[in-house]
């Protein structure tokens, strides 16, 4: 993996989005807004850190056109009051909650961290079934590459059953968490050192380990038809073995770095969620993909336009270097839930 690549990692749940920027946090928390709206005078001075809130930001509160929802995930944010509960900082109702299942390394015992609220996924889900708002609670697994299987051996076949193998771990973990959605996200990117997640620098996408625990490379490339063998391996496992949707977390730059440009990296049926481009300022705010007055849109992968109906999450703010000082804002069109 270059430092060019090694630039572009991003986790969830607190840890550095890029090697060389500041600390973000990762996934989703939602909220439908059909006007604009701020927040109750109890919790106005909490929008922002260490000064007042703006004008401009309390006027731009809430997702738009109807239909987009706001969203969290991974570490707790704080909701205060009482249901229908609302969006953190920005105002608006409160959609969903996305929280880590599990964790690749947690499961190899490789003491890798595993980021799940109690609290928000409660909260989004009393929203959903109580008040008819947003998402409910959806999951995702923070997923190895082929080179962190304790069995690799360079072959699609044995990473095919790597993937299935993760799909069964992250079934079990799911089977107690009450979750709403119907999207199941497989977490794939680049960390690079994040030991509280992984101890291997690529997840294993891009270099093999002579053991998952140990950090130590015994082989430096993978090929992208290995590396899909494991995706498709979950995938197949998931939708033959459950209800849920197969989707992806990724971003274009990582998805090119680990799947190629060629035959591996192009997806179909499979849902995605983003975290390009992203910002560290709350002043602008979504608005179908796009950050009102700017020219900072959502970007998807793997042949995924906008416009597509398997474009169903932005993470805008917190992921990816772009500490905001809360934590991981995001939007999806609920109208594409599948």
């Given at each position: ?205 891009n270099s093999a380990y002579t053991r998952p625990c140990s950090g130590a490379v015994k082989a ?44 591996s990296s192009v997806l179909s049926n499979t849902y995605e969620w983003t975290y390009e481009s ?61």
């Open positions: 993996m270059t430092q060019r690549n090694r630039r572009w990692y991003r986790l969830p749940g607190g840890m550095p989005g890029r090697i060389l920027s500041a600390a973000g946090t990762g996934l989703l928390l939602l909220g439908l807004i059909t006007a604009f709206a701020a927040p109750p005078a109890a919790t106005a001075g909490r929008w922002a850190r260490g000064g007042t809130v703006t004008a401009e930001l309390a006027a731009s509160a809430g997702d738009r056109p109807p239909g987009f929802w706001y969203g969290t995930d991974s570490a707790t944010m704080t909701i205060p009051g009482s249901g229908p509960y609302r969006e953190p900082v920005l105002g608006g109702a409160y959609g969903g909650y996305i929280g880590m299942l599990g964790n690749w390394s947690h499961r190899e015992g490789c003491h890798g961290i595993v980021i799940w609220s109690s609290a928000n996924s409660k909260k989004a889900s009393t929203d959903l079934l109580s008040y008819h708002k947003g998402i409910g609670t959806g999951g995702y697994w923070f997923m190895a590459g082929p080179g962190v299987d304790p069995h690799y051996n360079g072959t699609t076949a044995e990473a095919s059953a790597w993937g299935r193998q993760q799909a069964a771990w992250a079934l079990a973990d799911a089977s107690y968490r009450h979750l709403n959605y119907p999207v199941l996200f497989m977490d794939i990117e680049l960390p690079g050192n994040a030991p509280n997640y992984t101890p291997a620098p690529d997840n294993g996408w430096s490339y993978l090929r992208p038809a290995v590396d899909r063998a494991d995706l498709n391996g979950f995938a197949a496992y998931l939708t033959s073995h459950s209800s849920y949707r197969a989707g992806v977390y990724s971003a274009p730059g990582i998805w090119s770095a680990i799947f190629g440009t060629g035959s992203f910002t560290s300022s709350l002043r602008h705010h979504p608005a179908g993909w796009c950050l009102s007055g700017t020219t900072t849109c959502a970007r998807f992968f793997g042949g995924i336009g906008r416009s597509s109906r398997y474009a169903l999450m932005w993470q805008w703010s917190g992921g990816g270097g772009s500490s905001n000082g809360y934590g991981d804002f995001d939007q999806i069109d609920g109208a594409r839930t599948p």
